[in-house]
Nanobody
Framework: QVQLVESGGGLVMPGGSLRLSCAAS????????MGWFRQAPGEEREFVAA????????DYADSVKDRFTISRDNADNTVSLQMNSLKPEDTAVYYC?????????????????WGQGTQVTVSS
């Protein structure tokens, strides 16, 4: 069983940057597709970014493309999300999710295990 723990959230001003990390324990992530999702109050969990098992294919929501970068370090068993040029509408709880398949999907229901989430607040 895989346990995921997100970190790196916080309060940042518009235009600022944050780097989220997702650390895994219990099993190596090297064969799993991984994704970041976010959920604002009263909203459904939405896709942000995903990366395949090898790290050579990524996918981004249009709302974060060219601002966010997902990466993974299979040796360190971590997945990261670099977020630049943050906007107030990026405010949400950010979740790291994993799929037993090495391929990636945009639908949260296709992910098999999740972290507890980390709060990101973008406000002046």
């Amino acid at each position: 069983q895989v346990q995921l723990v997100e970190s790196g959230g916080g309060l940042v001003m518009p235009g600022g940057s944050l780097r989220l990390s997702c650390a895994a324990s219990g099993r190596t992530l090297s064969s799993y597709g991984m994704g970041w999702f976010r959920q604002a109050p009263g909203e459904e969990r939405e896709f942000v970014a995903a990366i395949n098992w090898k790290g050579d294919y990524t996918d981004y929501a249009d709302s974060v493309k060219d601002r966010f970068t997902i990466s993974r370090d299979n040796a360190d068993n971590t997945v990261s999300l670099q977020m630049n040029s943050l906007k107030p509408e990026d405010t949400a709880v950010y979740y790291c999710g994993g799929r037993y398949s090495g391929f990636i999907r945009r639908n949260a229901y296709d992910y098999n295990f999740w972290g507890q989430g980390t709060q990101v607040t973008v406000s002046s």
